[in-house]
């Protein structure tokens, strides 16, 4: 296998829904749409952004058959895998595949708290049984698995497994995996606010979730820190980042997915139990989108 050797902005797309909870194909192929004209570089979907829990399996085949023709091979497509066991995990990649996903975002298995032993054996299963690049990601604050540098060096041999989405939160981590991996996997920052950071520390990219709604904004950060102009990416970093401590939150899909409408890229509908915001978390949110709106830096404006 040839490893793709991603890099740059990986948006963890929403998924769209209509009022009744249905699954807007519509709204969800047009915000997709809308990213790749504005310079991402590849995408996941149904992660923990995209609502994955409130998902059947079927729905989540049907959101990454809906990415596969959207992209029409623009960039590569990942389905995040997310199941409850390796066996339905399996059954999810075997339906993926037939869809001609690119690669594959494997969480652990959720709901039950695996052991590092346990962690590695499902995350090869799958990866073997997919036979496509891998991208693990590792969000031990969210699912409470911490695959460690040792870890990661135990599937240095699985040649499906090609990145990592490191989430831990410790920004030391990311000099941490190099030390002990080398250039062996690419390396994507998963934390919205170490973005500057991560990519400082030579991070292959970022798996962005305001770059949804932010996409040109979020290239330019990437494409301004490779090139090494550091002023005038901190000048942008430092305007996104009240908009990205809003996806650091146990509220991140009602955070973002507000975000989006009051930008006039999406919609707010979301599935039970969660629920739009209201009251001061609402007006918090609006306040520090509407800020952004007026001080948007033009030059890097994303087009609708």
Request: hydrophobic share 45%; glycine share 8%; charged share 25%.
């Amino acid at each position: 296998m040839s490893n793709p050797r991603w890099q740059g902005i990986f948006p963890a797309v929403t998924t769209k829904f209509h009022a009744d909870e249905s699954i807007d194909a519509q709204g969800t192929a047009r915000h997709i749409d809308f990213q790749i004209r504005n310079g991402i570089h590849g995408l996941v979907t149904c992660g923990s952004l995209g609502e994955f829990s409130t998902l059947t399996l079927e729905e989540k085949l049907e959101v990454t058959r809906i990415a596969i023709e959207t992209s029409k091979g623009r960039i590569p497509v990942l389905a995040n895998v997310s199941e409850t066991s390796t066996r339905e995990a399996l059954r999810f990649v075997q339906g993926a595949n037939a869809l001609g996903v690119d690669g594959y975002m494997v969480m652990p298995s959720v709901i039950y708290v695996a052991d590092a032993r346990e962690a590695i054996a499902n995350v090869r299963a799958i990866a073997e049984a997919a036979k496509k690049p891998v991208m693990v990601y590792n969000n031990p604050i969210a699912y409470r698995v911490d695959l460690k540098p040792e870890h990661f060096a135990e599937l240095a041999d699985c040649e499906w497994v090609v990145a990592i989405k490191e989430s831990c939160g410790d920004i030391r981590r990311i000099t941490d995996l190099r030390l002990a991996l080398g250039d062996r996997f690419q390396l994507f920052l998963g934390v919205d606010d170490l973005a500057f950071e991560g990519l400082a520390l030579g991070c292959d990219g970022l798996l962005a979730g305001v770059g949804c709604t932010f996409p040109r904004e979020t290239v330019a950060l990437y494409d301004l820190m490779k090139a090494g102009q550091y002023g005038e990416a901190l000048k942008l970093y430092q305007w996104m980042t009240p908009l990205l401590h809003l996806d650091v939150s146990a509220k991140l899909v009602q955070n973002l997915k507000l975000i989006d409408l009051l930008a006039g890229t999406g919609t707010e509908h979301m599935r039970l139990p969660r629920m739009p915001l209201v009251g001061e978390e609402r007006a918090s949110i609006e306040r520090i989108v509407k800020r952004a709106l007026e001080t948007r830096p033009a030059k890097y404006q994303s087009i609708a």
